[in-house]
């Protein structure tokens, strides 16, 4: 019975505890994780498709367009918006590099983590983890003097996003979409 290619995600691999186990074993385990989380991604064509694109009717549909969009494009929306800002920060290495090792830390301490955080004998909940890791992010960066810079291309790249997602049509992802981000509302009866 061969365990070839298959990643653990009990407490030991193997018989070995997670704490003894080798580099290589996490690095296996955070490409696996890092594959499942990209998986969601949808194709790039099909973001770029230039035919969907069209003017809502009203800003009722805009919202529902942004809605539904935003709940299928989640992970290609994210990649645009790290993607502007990594390009802002060309200019500034100082921040690049606050950057890169505070995205070490995201991907360590909260995507690729596969048992609980536990600090003086304490588990520590995902949402500590990620406010903690939020404000250390922002203020490291803040602390680079890059602040406008990191401002004005997350608001570029929020722009970006959401124009796209009230132009992009959304008839296809409205009924996928629903009730994996919302609950859809049924329509009211009439009387």
């Keep these: 019975m061969s365990k070839y290619g298959t990643i653990p995600t009990s407490s030991s691999a193997g018989g070995v505890p997670l704490g003894d186990a080798s580099p290589l074993d996490f690095i296996s385990r955070a490409k696996a994780r890092g594959a499942s989380a990209l998986a969601t991604r949808r194709p790039w064509r ?15 549909d805009a919202y529902l367009r942004v809605r539904a969009n ?43 983590r596969d048992e609980p955080l536990v600090l003086f004998g304490r ?15 922002l203020g490291l960066l803040l602390l680079t003097n890059a602040t406008a810079n990191i401002l004005s291309s997350l608001a570029i ?16 992802n409205v009924d996928e979409e629903a009730g994996r981000w919302y609950a859809s509302v049924p329509p009211q009866p009439s009387h």
């Design 46 to 60: 099909e973001l770029a498709d230039v035919h969907a694109l069209g003017l809502p009717p009203s800003l009722g």
């Design 70 to 112: 935003l709940a299928h494009f989640a992970m290609n929306y994210a990649i645009v918006v790290l993607v502007v800002v990594f390009l802002s920060l060309l200019w500034h290495p100082v921040s690049l590099i606050v950057f890169l090792v505070c995205m070490l830390a995201w991907l360590v301490l909260y995507f690729l």
């Design 123 to 137: 588990v520590i909940g995902d949402g500590v983890v990620l406010a903690v890791l939020a404000v250390i992010t």
């Design 157 to 172: 790249g929020l722009v970006l996003v959401v124009l796209h997602a009230a132009l992009h049509k959304a008839e296809d």
